[in-house]
Each structure stands twice: as structure tokens, then as C-alpha cells.
């Protein structure tokens, strides 16, 4: 795995391009349910060959899990689930 670095959300095409040839799927975590993602964000991707799956981020972050541990060539970008703040 690489260093995690921030993501600027969809916006930021550069963080995720910059893997390139180290990655064949990209899983985005859309918080705490699916949400719609940007046609131009996943073009952008998609046009240099790394695939793009939306779900919400716990389900992103499980399924990333499992395929790293196959030795998959996977990367994650996870906007934040939000719910109660615990004190």
C-alpha cells in the first residue's frame, strides 16, 4: 500500500491519476450512503484505464480491505460518514 495522502474530493482528479498504472479500480466511499458521483470525475479515471466503484464508505472501506488482501492492485477515496459526535 501507499501513503495515504488527501484527497480534495471530486474536484481533485490529480490525487487518483497519480496512481496510474499502479491501480486497475478506484473504490470511492460516498459517506454513509451511495451517492451520485460526477460524470467528469469518473471519466477523467476511467479514460486512463482505472475503474471507478461508488458505495457508501464503510462498504468501500471493507471491500478495499479484502481485495488488498488478495494483493489487488486497489486504491480508496472516502468522504467522511457522518453521523452523532461521540464526546
Not at 450512503?33 to 464503510?58: C, K, N, Q, Y
Request: one cysteine or more.
Amino acid at each position: 500500500p501507499w501513503d495515504a495522502g488527501p484527497w480534495g474530493g471530486y474536484d481533485d482528479t490529480e490525487a487518483p491519476l497519480s496512481l496510474e498504472g499502479k491501480i486497475d479500480v478506484l473504490f470511492v466511499g460516498t459517506g454513509s450512503s451511495v451517492a451520485h458521483v460526477p460524470t467528469a470525475f469518473r471519466m477523467a479515471l476511467e479514460d486512463r484505464g482505472i475503474g471507478v466503484e461508488v458505495m457508501a464508505s464503510p462498504t468501500a472501506c471493507r471491500t478495499y480491505n479484502v481485495l488488498l488482501g488478495e494483493g489487488r492492485r486497489v486504491a480508496v477515496a472516502l468522504l467522511p460518514v457522518e453521523g452523532p459526535q461521540n464526546s
